[in-house]
């Protein structure tokens, strides 16, 4: 559970850092400030509990089982790069989606990929993976990998240009998330390695079950 919570904490600062410097370059306002009431109460944990289940299911997908039994085949970055490829793929339908925002989909799962070896445990991506989305989409209210939600507390509304805003696709399409990746390797080298088998996967000791290894 820690390290789900460094996670979660490393994604809000992340946004929260990348919007900031969005807007004191007026590349990025907010219409409206939503009024808290009982709407505003339940979109927070609707979105929340959407956001986490989203995280999970797709590192799960890519980052669990999947990863470790090619990693017996091909060795761990092959797979990595092959599962990360899968998660770049799985965005392509968004509607605001571009080429960066996807490039910036592979270099997550790479990243995520490389959490997941370093520490044994899926807790730390599903706690990026989600606070990630949750602070883009109902936080601040901008596209997330080219999607828009109702209901976020702020309203965004983009002025600047592609390669500083990331467009229709929202922050992971912009040229910050080059530093914003060094961040998250940095967060990760921080992360404490598993013991003795931080560098291989054995299947017959792999458990689906990842609060077993957190």
């Not at 899968?86 to 339908?93: D, E, K, T, V």
Request: aromatic content about 14%; hydrophobic content about 50%.
């Amino acid at each position: 559970m820690r390290h789900f919570l460094v996670g979660t904490s490393t994604a809000f600062a992340l946004v929260t850092l990348m919007v900031l410097v969005m807007w004191s370059a007026s590349a990025i306002s907010f219409e409206q400030i939503a009024h808290i009431g009982t709407q505003e109460v339940f979109y927070s944990v609707f979105y929340a509990l959407l956001m986490l289940g989203i995280a999970v299911s797709e590192e799960s997908l890519c980052r669990g089982y999947s990863l470790v039994a090619l990693s017996q085949c091909m060795s761990f970055w092959p797979a990595a790069v092959t599962t990360s490829a899968l998660f770049a793929l799985m965005h392509i339908g968004n509607p605001g989606e571009s080429a960066s925002g996807i490039a910036s989909a592979m270099l997550f799962g790479l990243l995520m990929s490389y959490s997941y070896r370093r520490t044994g445990t899926l807790w730390f991506a599903y706690g990026l993976h989600g606070g990630w989305d949750y602070a883009q989409s109902f936080i601040f209210g901008v596209p997330n990998s080219g999607l828009v939600f109702s209901g976020a507390l702020l309203r965004a509304r983009i002025h600047g240009p592609p390669w500083l805003t990331g467009g229709s696709a929202g922050p992971e399409g912009s040229l910050f998330m080059v530093v914003t990746f060094l961040a998250m390797l940095f967060v990760i080298q921080k992360l404490p390695r598993q013991p003795a088998t931080a560098d291989e996967f054995d299947i017959a000791q792999f458990r689906p079950d990842p609060i077993a290894r957190s």
